[in-house]
């Protein structure tokens, strides 16, 4: 059974840092690309990154600040925020899915979910 467990979130204050994980089991987890979203009451889910093998992708909005990360023997995906701005506030999840065609696929399995909040 497929299991993605979110943990690392917490309150912090504007310009702070956050270090978000993702325990993975129940897969390959080095064949698959992983990814964080996040998501706020009355907003659309959002995908904030990806990391291939090599490579990482990131929305324009978290660009220069986050930092997706994985390490394959352990199992677990890394987001990496800093300079968190009040507008970063929502529930982190971590996804698994595939990279082709350009573009990424997530498949449908999703983690708890970790929140994190930006107040002063």
């Known amino acids: 059974q497929v299991q993605l467990v979110e943990s690392g979130g917490g309150f912090v204050q504007p310009g702070g840092s956050l270090r978000l994980s993702c325990a993975a089991s129940g897969f390959t987890f080095s064949n698959k690309a992983m990814s964080w979203y996040r998501q706020t009451p009355g907003k659309a889910r959002e995908r904030v990154a990806v990391?291939?093998?090599?490579?990482?992708i990131y929305a324009d909005s978290v660009k220069g600040r986050f930092t997706i990360s994985r390490d394959n023997a352990k199992n677990t995906v890394y987001l990496q925020m800093n300079s968190l701005k009040p507008e970063d506030t929502a529930l982190y999840y971590c996804?698994?899915?595939?990279?082709?065609?350009?573009?990424?696929?997530?498949?449908?399995?999703w983690g708890q979910g970790t929140q994190v909040t930006v107040s002063p």
């Open positions: 990391i291939l093998s090599f490579t990482t």
């Open positions: 996804n698994k899915g595939s990279y082709y065609s350009g573009a990424y696929h997530p498949d449908d399995d």
